[in-house]
Nanobody, 119 residues
């Protein structure tokens, strides 16, 4: 029983900034990986960034240098700071919780939050 709730999406002009957050609750094992994925209409869902409970991060090439992922382990919350936004960043952003494959292959998803970048 895990629930992920995203918040903070909205409309922003190209070049602007926006931050989104995701709070995980329920039976969450403390050693986990939290990530942000996004999906634009007609496209596949893609990984944006991920962060382990130990602080190791991974970013998609398209967002490196512009986005920063962080987390608060005590709150089981993950954040994504998005700077220098481009129109191609427009998508529904989803929070994801998973574990190392040697522990569990189960993963969980949030409901998504819309991020729209106007050009």
């Amino acid at each position: 029983q895990v629930q992920l709730v995203e918040s903070g999406g909205g409309l922003v002009q190209a070049g602007g900034s926006l931050s989104v957050s995701c709070a995980a609750s329920g039976s969450v094992f403390s050693i986990n990986i939290l990530g942000w994925y996004r999906q634009a209409p007609g496209k596949q869902r893609e990984l944006v960034a991920a962060i382990t409970s130990g602080g190791t991060t991974n970013y998609a090439d398209s967002v490196k240098g512009r986005f920063t992922i962080s987390r608060d382990n005590a709150k089981n919350t993950v954040y994504l700071q998005m700077n220098s936004l481009k129109s191609e960043d427009t998508a529904v952003y989803y929070c994801n919780l998973r574990y190392h494959s040697t522990i569990s292959r189960t993963e969980y998803w949030g409901q998504g939050t819309q991020v729209t970048v106007s050009s």
